[in-house]
């Protein structure tokens, strides 16, 4: 079947959409592909149609396991084979579905970066028939990034084991720099190609709103304007907050953050896509991978400390192609507290060096070990015993992370799990249990098998339904069996971990090179300056400042932020004022004209005309003499 066949077949759509055929024709031959779309822009279609076009399996890699699990679902609704594997997985789930793509038939596998380096998924791909490799949202493997994930970095190393497999990158945020930094650390071979399709969103209209008291802005906004919408905190504490604030004033909203279990953030996604709740409270948590079309505001409450991250949760807004706002709301303490960032992020090399002796001291770590070795950490615990600010330390740790001194991993989901302690036919002889213990024993042991040999991960939620008890009910129950020694039952828990990669030295001989520390540095406070310049901006178009920060020279203003709808001195708005005020210069570099000449020649208005030639002869731009207007 032809790409278009392959198109109308599983999507019943007749036509690609801006560059997608481009990339699918350059990858479907077999070119390393880049491929710069906007959020919204159809980036799934370009390698699901060429991987049904092939013999094989896609492997696609992903970091959001929301969007892995949505985008298998979509397939498998339209008869197409998909499978994914991510963190939380048990060892015999990910087997099952690594041994499902080899002699499966599947034609998409979705992994979490993570997963690439485990030995199971190494051993397996050897038997794969891989056709393609997808890398969705690459920009989080460029050092220069604003998402920079260090797993990514395993991508090339699985190009080695499969040489000849083309790969595609896909990103809706990437500066120049990053362009380039992705072709590099992917290995893009000879003959490769890179898409871009322009950024510039004209349903979406840029708002900057200068105000001292936010939260009585934001319910003005949210109360003048109707429709869903995203509001963006920049911490987690803040989102219960605005939350409570939107709801005690009569806006449906609920809140979201990492820090939430999967089937809360789950459920409350859920409860926002439907409608329930209009508004969600997030931080950038909730962003890859939200598809809710209707979106009419996206709220920023505080400041991102970057374009890249602003445009990419602005770009939420309006993907149905209708009218939407993304409004920032700036208050002039907003600067200093971008500026105190940098030095959060960034804190001065003794001060890492004396985080890291402190971490040999809180796991009691002598000189030359520790290779190897892994520890779960508490961050609050240790800032308490060596008193540190829990911002700075956690930025330290990340350095040392990209010295390559340690590995400090965000916190690891681990799902609940039990095993019962008593043997079977034990179980049975004790009848004393009250009529909900019962329940839940009966729904355990008809649910899951060899409860009895090994641990076994469990969903309290599943329990919940299965039972009709509330998650507190089963959670209880499940602690007073622990305690009666009729099961062990480990509850699920979120964890850091600090990873030795190599054995403990001497805080003076910690080097931190300029490439992990100044010039990184540098590279965020580019990017703080950039976003202030925005936040800041009177004269310039939004839209414009954004687009030209990703490289793009577009020329025209977009007549809809508030700076191009504010009035100019000459008593017009100043996109309007823009427009004629270049046409009137261009003109006049031709040769002097009449004003009356002028004024035939030009598709304006006569009167906006007469404003804008008036203020542009005042100020002395244009000069006026016996009649004739010249430069």
């Known amino acids: ?165 083309p790969v595609l990158a896909l990103t809706a945020t990437a500066t120049p720099q990053v362009v380039e930094d992705i072709q590099q650390k992917l290995s893009f071979r000879e003959g490769s190609r890179v898409f871009r399709m322009s950024f510039e969103r004209k349903n979406l209209a840029y708002i900057v709103r200068p105000t001292e008291n936010k939260q009585e802005e ?52 859920k409860q926002w896509q439907t409608g329930e709740y209009r508004v969600m409270v997030a931080t950038n948590a909730f962003g890859m991978g939200i598809d809710k079309p209707d979106v009419r505001l996206v709220i920023h409450i505080d400041m991102p400390d970057s374009p890249e991250a602003y445009f990419q949760e602005a770009g939420r807004a309006g993907r149905d192609g209708q009218k939407a706002y993304a409004v920032l709301l700036y208050a002039k303490s907003d600067k200093i507290t971008l500026n105190k960032r940098i030095s959060d992020t960034f804190p001065d090399k003794e001060y890492i060096r004396k985080v890291y002796e402190d971490l040999q001291y809180f796991f009691q770590m002598a000189m030359g070990d520790g290779l190897g070795c892994t520890y779960a950490f508490n961050l609050d615990e240790f800032c308490r015993n060596f008193k540190h600010f829990p911002v700075q330390a956690d930025s330290a740790l990340k350095i040392l992370t990209r010295a390559g001194y340690l590995e400090y991993t965000d916190e690891q989901d681990n799902g609940s799990r039990l095993i019962f302690t008593l043997r079977r036919d034990e179980l049975y002889k004790l009848q004393e249990y009250d009529a909900d213990t019962e329940k839940v024993l009966n729904t355990l042991l008809r649910s899951y098998t060899g409860l009895f040999t090994d641990y076994a991960y469990i969903s309290e939620e599943s329990l919940s339904v299965r039972t009709g008890l509330d998650r507190q009910k089963i959670y209880d129950t499940l602690i007073m069996l622990t305690q009666r020694r009729i099961l062990h039952y480990i509850p ?137 207007l010249h430069l």
Request: net charge positive; charged share 25%; hydrophobic share 35%.
């Open 1 to 165: 079947m032809t790409y278009k066949e392959i198109l109308k077949q599983y999507w019943g759509y007749d036509h690609f959409r801006g560059i997608q055929e481009e990339i699918i024709e350059n990858i479907g031959n077999g070119h390393d592909t880049l491929g710069l779309m906007p959020t919204g822009g159809g980036k799934s279609i370009t390698f699901q149609v060429p991987a049904l076009s092939k013999d094989g399996i896609c492997l696609v890699i992903t970091p959001l396991i929301a969007l892995m699990k949505d985008q298998v679902q979509n397939l498998k609704r339209r008869g197409i084979k998909a499978i994914a594997v991510y963190s939380g997985m048990t060892r015999e789930e990910i087997l099952v579905a690594l041994e499902n793509c080899i002699f499966g038939d599947y034609k998409f596998l979705y992994i979490s970066p993570e997963r690439l380096d485990t030995e199971i998924f190494r051993i397996k791909l050897r038997s794969m028939k891989v056709s393609m490799i997808t890398v969705d949202e690459s920009h989080c493997i460029s050092q220069w990034g604003y998402d920079f994930r260090p797993a990514y970095l395993k991508i090339s190393e699985i190009r080695t084991l499969l040489p000849d497999v």
């Open 492 to 628: 699920r828990k979120k964890t850091p971990y600090i990873i030795y990669t190599r054995e403990r030295v001497e805080k003076e001989h910690i080097h931190l090179s300029r490439e992990v520390y100044e010039d990184r540095k540098d590279s965020y406070a580019t990017r703080i300056k950039a976003m202030t310049e925005y936040a800041t901006a009177e004269e310039n178009c939004r839209s414009r400042m954004l687009l030209h920060y990703f490289g793009e020279k577009n020329r025209h203003n977009c007549g809809h932020c508030d700076v191009c709808l504010k009035k100019h001195k000459s008593g017009i708005s100043q996109a309007e004022y823009e427009k004629i005020s270049n046409a009137i210069t261009e003109l006049l570099k031709e040769k002097p004209l009449p004003i009356a000449d002028l004024t035939a020649t030009l598709p304006f208005s006569p009167s906006h005309m007469e404003q804008v030639v008036s203020y542009l002869v005042t100020e002395e731009i244009i000069h006026l003499q016996n009649g004739i």
């Open 218 to 269: 934001l319910l003005h906004i949210l109360t003048k304007m109707n429709g869903s919408a995203i509001v963006y905190t920049r911490n987690r504490k803040r989102t219960r907050e605005v939350a409570e604030l939107l709801t005690n004033h009569q806006i449906t909203a609920t809140f979201y953050h990492a820090g939430l279990n999967n089937d809360v953030k789950d459920l409350r996604q």
